[in-house]
Nanobody, 124 residues
Framework: QLQLVESGGGLVQPGGSLRLSCAAS????????MGWFRQAPGKEREGVSC????????YYADSVKGRFTISRDNAKNTMYLQMNSLKPEDTAVYYC?????????????????WGQGTQVTVSS
C-alpha cells in the first residue's frame, strides 16, 4: 500500500527557512515522479513543485521559483522540499504525492491517497 508521511513544518519568521520531508513506505519512491502541493486556508490545493523519475526534471510554480528546491534521497526513500526566503503567503498545509509525470512546465495527476500534511506558518 502506497503511504506517504510529511514532516518538517512549523512556525518561521518571514525570510526564514524550513525543510520538509516526505517519507514513503510500501513502494519505492524513485520509481515515480513525485510532487509537493499546498493548501492555504480558504484556497484550493495547488501544485508547488515536482521531480521526475531519475531526477532529470524539476518543476516549480512561479510563486516559489528561486526559493524552493525539491530533491530526494533514494537510499532513505524520502523526498524533500527545501524552502528558503519564506513569505507569509507560503503559509499552508503542505502535502506530497506520487504523480503520473513531471515536466518542466507541468505536474501530472496525483495517484494514491493524500497524507496528513504538515503545517507551515510564516509569520512575525
Amino acid at each position: 500500500q502506497l503511504q506517504l508521511v510529511e514532516s518538517g513544518g512549523g512556525l518561521v519568521q518571514p525570510g526564514g527557512s524550513l525543510r520538509l520531508s516526505c517519507a514513503a513506505s510500501g513502494f519505492t519512491l524513485d520509481y515515480y515522479a513525485m510532487g509537493w502541493f499546498r493548501q492555504a486556508p480558504g484556497k484550493e490545493r495547488e501544485g508547488v513543485s515536482c521531480i521526475s523519475r531519475q531526477d532529470t526534471i524539476t518543476y516549480y510554480a512561479d510563486s516559489v521559483k528561486g526559493r524552493f528546491t525539491i530533491s530526494r534521497d533514494n537510499a532513505k526513500n524520502t523526498m524533500y522540499l527545501q524552502m528558503n526566503s519564506l513569505k507569509p503567503e507560503d503559509t499552508a498545509v503542505y502535502y506530497c504525492a506520487a504523480l503520473t509525470y513531471c515536466t518542466i512546465t507541468n505536474m501530472g495527476h496525483r495517484f494514491g491517497s493524500w497524507g496528513q500534511g504538515t503545517q507551515v506558518t510564516v509569520s512575525s
